[in-house]
Every structure is written in C-alpha cells, then in structure tokens.
Nanobody, 126 residues
Framework: QVQLVESGGGLVQAGGSLRLSCTASGRTVSIYAMGWFRQAPGKEREFVAAIPWNRDNTYYADSVKGRFTISRDNAKNTVYLRMNSLKPEDTAVYYC???????????????????WGQGTQVTVSS
C-alpha cells in the first residue's frame, strides 16, 4: 500500500504561481512513477504531468507545457508540481497519483495509476 498526501493548493490570481507537493508513504520502494492529474467541475479527470521515480524524464500535457514543472525529491518521497503563469482554466482539484509499473500504457493513462491522493483545490481568478 502507498499513501499519498497533497498540499499547496489555494486561490491565486491569473498569472500567478503555486507549488503543489505530494508526499508518499508506505511501500514507496515499489513506486515506478508519479503523476499529477486534475479534474474541473463537470469534466473528466485529465493528465497534467508525470515523472519516473528513478529517471529524470518528465512528461506534460500540451495545455501545461512551458508553464508547469514536475520534479521529485526521492529522499523525501515527495513530488512537486510548480505551476507558473496560471490561467482561470487551470482551476480544478489536483490529484497526485502513483503507479507500480509501465503496464505498456502511456503516462497519461489514469487507469495505469494504482494509488491516488485526496486532491487539493486550485482556484485561479481572472
């Protein structure tokens, strides 16, 4: 089992920045990769970014490329999502997720992630 706890959400004006954190506990040695997803009211949960646990590659949704940065600190079992140049359309509940393997699926495949955090609200005002 892996437990994920997110923090860092809040209310910010358009153009502002926020940094989300996600700390994993439990069987973290089994983590293959971590990802961030978001879900706006009335919409499907969508992929934001992902990072393997033991490689430096990063992967982003087109909508956030150049504005968001995912990073990790293995010593702290923590993944971060730095969000710059925020837009009102970035408003959503942001979820951290962990996966145990590639499963031959893409980084954006939410069904490939085994564990999820409780979510943190990000609201961007215009």
């Amino acid at each position: 089992q892996v437990q994920l706890v997110e923090s860092g959400g809040g209310l910010v004006q358009a153009g502002g920045s926020l940094r989300l954190s996600c700390t994993a506990s439990g069987r973290t040695v089994s983590i293959y990769a971590m990802g961030w997803f978001r879900q706006a009211p009335g919409k499907e949960r969508e992929f934001v970014a992902a990072i393997p646990w033991n490689r430096d590659n990063t992967y982003y949704a087109d909508s956030v490329k150049g504005r968001f940065t995912i990073s990790r600190d293995n010593a702290k079992n923590t993944v971060y999502l730095r969000m710059n140049s925020l837009k009102p359309e970035d408003t959503a509940v942001y979820y951290c997720a962990a996966r145990w393997g590639s499963y031959g699926s893409s980084w954006s495949d939410r069904w490939a992630y085994n564990y999820w955090g409780q979510g943190t609200q990000v609201t961007v005002s215009s």
